[in-house]
């Protein structure tokens, strides 16, 4: 395998790969696109034609992990809204649904 060809994974166990847990790319980078870029909550996103449960699980995971964010180094923005502190959510967004 190289990095061209290999599967994307976290590499947490062996024989790992991001598909095993998460959608197809395609699917997953439109519902995030529309979550962070275009501030779009859950209702709008599955009136667009995704399954509700697939959306919720993805905006949840978004969600909780937010911490992580403040755990990393600084970031540098090369978008509109970038992960670092141009994006940050209430201290109350994970109890939101």
Sequence with gaps: W???TKPPSAELRPN???SDSLPDYDILDI??????????????????????QLVKRILRLVNINEFKR???AP???VSVKAFGVGRRMPIV?????
């Excluded at 967004?93 to 649904?97: A, H, M, P, R, V």
């Design 93 to 97: 967004g994970k109890y939101l649904s």
């Design 75 to 77: 970031v540098l923005r």
């Design 16 to 18: 790992q790969k991001d």
């Design 70 to 72: 403040y755990q990393t």
């Design 2 to 4: 190289n990095t061209i």
């Design 31 to 52: 519902i995030l696109f529309e979550y962070i870029e275009r501030r779009k909550g859950p209702k709008e996103i599955i009136a667009m034609g995704y399954d509700e």
